[in-house]
């Protein structure tokens, strides 16, 4: 089978929708499949291709991709692929119509915008609802697709498979993550309140930043201030700056899931709309903390301070943490998504 990733990655939307493919195109090639990326602009050339896969790039605009339907249309004709998987908020009832006259589609979703005329949808989120897609569904008078639903499919990097628990005792090291990109240019927040309080004057702080961090020199001068805050940014080795940790604090996106593979404590927040939902459900289930969304919350860096210290302070709050996170994903939901497509598709 020789499936088309149409993906896109930048400093708005950061790196999110690109990785978690990659991580499908990966448990594709180990089944005997054959994958290649489309995108909008050049942005995500580089860690696309240092992954082995080649791309195609449309010099349109991510956010307007009714634009690209006869560009797109002429790939799918060239490279004679069987199965389309979509990765993008910026779709279009007819930009899916369009598709799926031509090639069998998949959509990965997170917000339930509208009925998505797909052959198959994938909600790997930890807030996902079956019901509620069949609802909306059946409103629109749109035919149901095939579902692939639930954190267990979350599509993670096969090293996440690998376990390598630890019980947390002490908060001793911390990581700190907003993401591929950092429009609230929180990360230079993080460093600058970290480096004022004294509780983290003995702690190890490590933040991981992407190659668009746009405050990447604020953030060094303050790491070479302190001594104990460390930057790194792009990182190849995730799954281990995640072991090497305590404690985690991110952006509620698919770094959540990574966390919850290493079976970490985690304080969540959200910072866009598609992450509300996410850190809302990972705080009910006691798996993290939930911070709340840094748009509307004033004393946000305050907040995130004061729930770190609380976990230092409750050894017994860390672990259960811990285990609930543990049994939220496993590092397997790539392998899942890929035997599933190869059911309801065919190899």
């Known amino acids: 089978m020789k ?31 054959e994958c290649l990326f489309v995108c909008a602009k050049d942005t995500p050339m580089d860690f696309i291709m240092n992954r082995g896969y080649d791309v195609y790039y449309l010099t349109t605009s991510y956010n307007r991709m009714d634009d690209e339907l006869a560009l797109l249309e002429q790939i799918i004709a060239e490279e004679k692929a069987d199965l389309l998987i979509i990765d993008s908020y910026y779709v279009s009832v007819k930009y899916l119509q369009s598709v799926k006259e031509l090639i069998k589609t998949v959509y990965i979703d997170d917000v339930y915008s509208f009925a998505y005329n797909v052959d198959c949808l994938v909600n790997y989120n ?18 149901t697709p095939e579902m692939i639903i639930g954190p267990a499919y979350a599509p993670l990097r ?43 004057k003995d702690k190890n702080i490590n933040m991981i930043l992407g190659k668009m961090e746009p405050d990447i020199d604020k953030i060094k001068d303050i790491c070479e201030a302190t001594k104990n805050i460390n930057y790194f940014v792009n990182v190849t080795d995730m799954k281990e700056k995640i072991e ?31 992450q509300v939902h996410g850190g809302e459900k990972f705080g009910e289930l006691g798996a993290f903390i939930y911070a709340g969304d840094v748009r509307f919350n004033e004393s946000f860096f305050y907040d995130i301070i004061n729930a770190v210290k609380r976990i230092a302070a409750d050894p017994a709050l860390a672990k259960e943490m811990s285990r609930k996170a543990s049994e939220i994903a496993d590092g397997h939901g790539a392998e899942r998504i890929v035997k599933e497509l190869e059911n309801i598709f065919g190899r």
Do not use: W
């Open 244 to 274: 090497e940790a305590d404690i985690v604090i991110s952006a509620a996106g698919s770094t959540q899931y990574e966390i919850c593979a290493c079976g970490k404590p985690c304080i969540c927040f959200s910072m866009a709309d598609n």
């Open 158 to 200: 096969k090293e996440f498979a690998e376990k390598n628990l630890r019980e947390i005792n002490e908060i001793k090291n911390i990581m700190i993550s907003v993401g591929g990109a950092d429009p609230l240019h929180l990360a230079h927040g993080f460093a600058l309140k970290f480096s004022e309080d004294e509780f983290f």
């Open 3 to 33: 499936v088309i990733i149409r993906a896109d990655a930048n400093s708005n939307i950061g790196q999110g929708h690109v990785m978690r493919c990659l991580s499908l195109c990966d448990s594709f090639k180990n089944k005997g499949h």
């Open 126 to 143: 930890v807030y996902a609802d079956e019901e509620k897609y069949k609802e909306m569904y059946v409103t629109e008078k749109v035919k």
